[in-house]
T-cell receptor, first 112, second 118 residues
Framework: DAKTTQPNSMESNEEEPVHLPCNHSTISGTDYIHWYRQLPSQGPEYVIHGLTSNVNNRMASLAIAEDRKSSTLILHRATLRDAAVYYCILYHSGGSNYKLTFGKGTLLTVNP | DTGVSQNPRHKITKRGQNVTFRCDPISEHNRLYWYRQTLGQGPEFLTYFQNEAQLEKSRLLSDRFSAERPKGSFSTLEIQRTEQGDSAMYLC????????????????FGEGSRLTVL
């Protein structure tokens, strides 16, 4: 499986934008870039995913580099409820591989 | 709420006892996953079902672990002769089949079952 590299931790202030980076230099053409987050004492929840183009949804935006070797999850205005571990995962679509492989993720702290 | 449901949420047991966890996936989701998560680590894949068929098992799933999904709906994960190293959060997730072939891999997780082995 292609791997991702994320910083162990990041800190932000409430109501400021947050840019969470992810490197995936060995990504293949059919790998989707997924982001999940895990709030304290909860299971992971889906945030956003993309393949080549930037994506926006109600939770966040995903900016994908032109060469697809890196991506950035953008939280436009961080709130205290956004404090969580954020996982960047490559998902190989198709074939018989339907599982997500999680790394350690980035622990985001949001200061009031 | 029709999310993924896991029971029990917490289980404390003595070493050597057997424990069973149950997962009720979102209705009509034909894919079901079990993951294990220890403190400070991301979830680790254990096993995967498509309907009632167990299609993949991780090497982490020793002979003491068994998972079933008898009718393609709920699933159980049993751990026999528990060891202290089995203490972890056991997470279940489900995913729908994408008929259009756009299998984008979104998983819906439950809140997990926390196991403590004394």
């Amino acid at each position: 499986d292609a791997k991702t590299t994320q910083p162990n931790s990041m800190e932000s202030n409430e109501e400021e934008p947050v840019h969470l980076p992810c490197n995936h230099s060995t990504i293949s053409g059919t790998d989707y870039i997924h982001w999940y987050r895990q709030l304290p004492s909860q299971g992971p929840e889906y945030v956003i995913h993309g393949l080549t183009s930037n994506v926006n949804n109600r939770m966040a935006s995903l900016a994908i580099a032109e060469d697809r070797k890196s991506s950035t999850l953008i939280l436009h205005r961080a709130t205290l409820r956004d404090a969580a571990v954020y996982y960047c995962i490559l998902y190989h679509s198709g074939g018989s591989n339907y599982k997500l492989t999680f790394g350690k993720g980035t622990l985001l702290t949001v200061n009031p | 709420d029709t999310g993924v449901s896991q029971n029990p949420r917490h289980k404390i047991t003595k070493r050597g006892q057997n424990v069973t966890f149950r997962c009720d996936p979102i209705s009509e989701h034909n894919r079901l996953y079990w993951y294990r998560q220890t403190l400070g680590q991301g979830p680790e894949f254990l096993t995967y079902f498509q309907n009632e068929a167990q299609l993949e098992k991780s090497r982490l799933l020793s002979d003491r672990f068994s998972a079933e999904r008898p009718k393609g709906s709920f699933s159980t994960l049993e751990i026999q002769r528990t060891e202290q190293g089995d203490s972890a959060m056991y997470l279940c997730a489900s995913s729908p089949r994408r008929l259009a072939g756009d299998n984008t891999g979104e998983l819906f997780f439950g809140e997990g079952s926390r196991l403590t082995v004394l």
